[in-house]
Nanobody
Framework: QVQLVESGGGLVQAGGSLRLSCAAS????????MGWFRQAPGKEREFVGA????????DYADSVKGRFTIPRDNAQSTVYLQMNSLKPEDTAVYYCAAVRTAWGGRSPVSYNYWGQGTQVTVSS
């Protein structure tokens, strides 16, 4: 099992940057594919991006492609969501998720471990 703890959310102006962190417990972090999702008020949880367990495969939603990246540090059991050129429509609670497989994909139902979420608010 793995426990996930997100941090790094906050309030930022449009055009700014934030880096979210997701720290995982356990000694087998390198065997987990990681995903980032977000949920805005009144909306369903949506896929933001994912990275495979080796770090060589990534995928991003069209809405964030070119602005967000997902580096991972297996030695530190941490995955990040680097968010640049933020827009007001990026405002949401952001969640990291994990699944013990090489590639988790875009569907939230594929992931069986979730963090508590961190709020990101982008002001115009």
């Amino acid at each position: 099992q793995v426990q996930l703890v997100e941090s790094g959310g906050g309030l930022v102006q449009a055009g700014g940057s934030l880096r979210l962190s997701c720290a995982a417990s356990g000694r087998t972090f390198s065997r987990y594919s990681m995903g980032w999702f977000r949920q805005a008020p009144g909306k369903e949880r949506e896929f933001v991006g994912a990275i495979g367990w080796s770090g060589s495969t990534t995928d991003y939603a069209d809405s964030v492609k070119g602005r967000f990246t997902i580096p991972r540090d297996n030695a530190q059991s941490t995955v990040y969501l680097q968010m640049n050129s933020l827009k007001p429509e990026d405002t949401a609670v952001y969640y990291c998720a994990a699944v013990r497989t090489a590639w988790g994909g875009r569907s939230p139902v594929s992931y069986n471990y979730w963090g508590q979420g961190t709020q990101v608010t982008v002001s115009s």
